[in-house]
């Protein structure tokens, strides 16, 4: 390594004999330094302290002190103990004076200079010097360097610590913990990574404008009972202030903050002196509640704890906020349920009681009264369907509609569709036709029954929505990237653009002769949805009086369909094929319309006997007393309910193997899948269809 002294070094020479020192600044001048000359020791710690000379030649005496007073004082400031030094002396004080300097770093010229001598030792002493600057500034890097690789390292820790405690929290909260214990899992995360910090979180109640405990694992729990439900306001503690002002607020000393003035002497008690909170903030701005850190001594934040405490407030924020969503969707799913059950629970009268009437031979109805009942059985209908429909909808937009995959033949599907919607065309007088649908296989993996559903929708419209002797012709085509379209091409009333953008918002209806045309106004909005839960598109042409083409593509699944698979019906008692002479049948239900209804309907079987109760307990009583061949249980009954009831029948063990089919108004699916799983026989939904219903309880009884 070639070490270039600076060239223009700064040489200070300290010499009382002016003759003695212009020959040394003579003999220097060549070399370009810049020389300095004192003539006294004060000059010359002087100048030494102030310019920081690259090397002094320090003469032996002077009037205020001599050469080793001097160097004694060089070397006890700090600034200028690094400096080095060159004695000049006669022969005969050569001695003295190495014996006065042991330390390093002294050198002498002895007098008479000889110009080749004090060039090469001041050279020597000056590269000497610059060699020990640059190591020096070299290991201050290298030392700085390795300041700043063990915080990055350390930063990197803690980082992947931070990730995962905010991951478990985020595990706790999929495995549906509460959120006090989702909570705790980031306040002690965050109390682990700092020493003597507790951590606190209160939620907020927009409603009494309140602050409510949620977590504070370390926080002295009376400290925590007294600040219960505190008010925000502009200076109400760190947490009241940063929960009314959306700000941080940070009291660095309790005891002489005047946010603190009416707790202070309560938390100086508890032995908490500093606290810094941050509001907790929802994604529209919303306050949700606060994260504070205390601390048992005054303290500021460094930038680093700021980081960390809006990183963990941030994953509170989210929690809180998901928390809320999921109570508010459960809340909308019970909604929908009790919906679904008050709108069809009158409908199942309506329609029941109508085909009833239809169906009485013994007091037949005047053509006047058939039109009029065939009116109220189709609005009531419309009606079913539009409850129906708005259910879906819900259930879909709350994420609660379940498909159920697997891999169909779409041939097979779209024959079937087309072959349940020819009466429909027939009836409207229009063709309806398959179009090269046998060419070739196509298989998907998508829910069938939804697709059906969104087939006949579009199947439904075409034919709705055309003229007199109009056709409609649904196709197979494939398209690239593995697509296949299924497409419904009609020559009906078509599309205006301007209503081409309302085609799939819900309840837009704007056919000219919709007034005449049966519909809700949901069935495409419905398949919109439903085909992108299937990974597949939907979409259309339309030209106005021309007719339309509307069309859904699907991935084309290289896998085949799995042969059906059979079930066994377990807990089913022998169905035997004789007769059995009488059969009783006990119905539970609380609605006395519905009872009503259910005997009427089986009033004309002479062989049946019905029984009823209208609360579970009764019901159960009932059963027991006359051992009947079936149970019908309606599932949202008083008190008791009918999923209850069940399992209540099935702790006694002579009943257990009576069948009990589920008779309700409860439409949505996850209860009929519970219910199914429990081991009911059958789930019916209100209004009963009665020829199925019919056929059900034949099935079962005989
Ligand atoms: P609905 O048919 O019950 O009214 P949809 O959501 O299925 O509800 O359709 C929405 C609207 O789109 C319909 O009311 C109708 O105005 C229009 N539409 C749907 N399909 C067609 C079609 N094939 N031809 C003309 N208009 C159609």
Redesign the pocket.
């Known amino acids: 390594m070639t070490v270039v002294y600076p060239m223009r070094s700064k040489i200070l020479i300290v010499n009382e004999n002016s003759e003695e020192a212009d020959l040394l600044r003579i003999i220097l001048e060549d070399e370009n330094h810049i020389l300095d000359i004192a003539a006294s020791g004060e000059c010359a710690l002087d100048i030494a302290g102030k310019s920081m000379p690259d090397l002094i030649l320090l003469g032996s005496t002077f009037p205020d002190m001599d050469g080793i007073e001097v160097q004694r004082r060089l070397k006890k400031e700090a600034s200028t103990q690094g400096i080095p030094v060159i004695l000049l002396a006669g022969k005969n004080e050569m001695e003295n004076i190495v014996k006065s300097f042991p330390a390093v770093g002294v050198d002498c010229l002895t007098k008479p200079f000889l110009g080749e001598e004090v060039l090469a030792r001041t050279r020597s002493h000056l590269h000497f010097k610059s060699l020990v600057n640059q190591y020096a500034e070299e290991s201050e890097a290298l030392k700085k360097r390795n300041a700043e690789l063990e915080k990055e390292i350390a930063d990197k820790n803690r980082a992947v610590t931070v990730a995962e405690i905010q991951n478990r929290a985020l595990e706790a909260f999929a495995q549906d913990n509460s959120l006090s214990d989702i909570i705790d899992i980031l306040t002690k995360g965050l109390e682990s990574q700092f020493d003597g910090c507790m951590c606190s979180v209160l939620v907020f109640n927009p409603e009494s404008q309140s602050l409510h405990h949620c977590s504070a694992p370390s926080l002295p729990a009376k400290f925590s009972q007294a600040i219960e439900g505190m008010q925000i306001g502009p200076s109400v503690g760190s947490c009241g202030t940063a929960a009314y002002t959306k700000k941080l607020v940070v009291v660095e000393d309790i005891e002489t903050d005047p946010l603190w003035k009416r707790a202070q002497k309560f938390a100086l008690s508890h032995n908490l002196r500093a606290c810094w909170s941050l509001p907790i903030l929802a994604a529209d701005d919303r306050v949700l509640g606060t994260f504070a850190v205390y601390y048992s001594s005054p303290r500021r934040p460094s930038k680093e704890e700021l980081d960390l405490i809006g990183s963990f407030a941030y994953v509170a924020g989210v929690t809180i906020e998901s928390k809320e969503l999921e109570k508010s969707s459960r809340a909308k799913s019970d909604f929908l349920a009790r919906m679904s059950h008050e709108l069809r629970t009158p409908m199942n009268s309506i329609l029941g009681f109508t085909q009833l009437l239809e169906m009485d031979v013994q007091n037949p109805l005047t053509s006047y009264q058939k039109d009029n009942l065939r009116t109220i059985s189709s609005a009531g209908q419309h009606l079913l369907e539009l409850i129906n429909e708005v259910l879906d909808l819900s259930k879909i937009e709350t994420g609660h509609l379940e498909l159920s995959i697997e891999v169909i033949n779409l041939n097979e599907l779209v024959d079937n569709v087309v072959s349940f919607s020819k009466p429909l065309a027939e009836n409207k007088g229009v063709t309806l036709k398959l179009q090269n649908s046998q060419s070739q296989e196509y298989f998907a993996e998508t829910d069938s029954l939804r697709l059906k559903e969104v087939l006949l929708?579009?199947l439904?419209?075409?034919i709705?929505?055309?003229k007199l002797n109009g056709s409609v012709t649904v196709s197979f085509e494939e398209q690239a990237e593995g697509k296949i379209r299924i497409g419904?091409r009609?020559t009906?009333?078509?599309?205006s653009a301007e209503?081409k953008l309302?085609?799939?918002k819900?309840f837009?209806?704007?056919?000219v002769d919709?007034d005449f045309?049966?519909?809700?106004?949901?069935?495409?909005?419905?398949?919109k949805r439903l085909v992108e839960m299937m990974n597949g598109s939907i979409n259309?042409e339309?030209e106005l009086r021309e007719?339309?083409f509307?069309y859904i593509d699907l991935p084309i699944s290289d896998k085949t369909p799995t042969l059906p698979h059979i079930k066994e019906k377990l807990n089913m008692p022998n169905v035997s094929t004789e007769k059995r002479g009488n059969c009783k049948i006990v119905y539970i239900e609380d609605i006395l319309e519905n009872i009503e209804l259910v005997r009427q309907i089986l009033s004309h079987r002479k062989d049946i006997e019905l029984f009823y109760a209208t609360n579970a307990l009764d019901g159960i009583e009932l059963a027991r007393a006359e051992m009947p061949d079936l149970i019908l249980m309606d599932i949202h009954l008083p008190e008791i309910d009918g999923l209850t009831a069940f399992k209540r029948l099935q702790a006694i063990d002579e009943m257990r193997s009576i069948p009990v089919v589920a008779l309700t108004s409860d439409a949505m699916d996850t209860n009929a899948k519970k219910a199914l799983e429990m081991g009911f026989h059958s789930y019916i939904t209100k209004p009963i269809d009665i020829p199925k219903f019919m056929s059900l309880i034949k099935s079962i009884l005989y």
């Open positions: 929708n579009l439904s419209n075409a709705k929505y055309n419904v009609d009906g009333h078509g599309i209503n309302k085609v799939f819900p837009e209806r704007f056919d919709s045309i049966e519909g809700t106004g949901i069935g495409l909005s419905i398949s259309f339309s007719g339309s509307f």
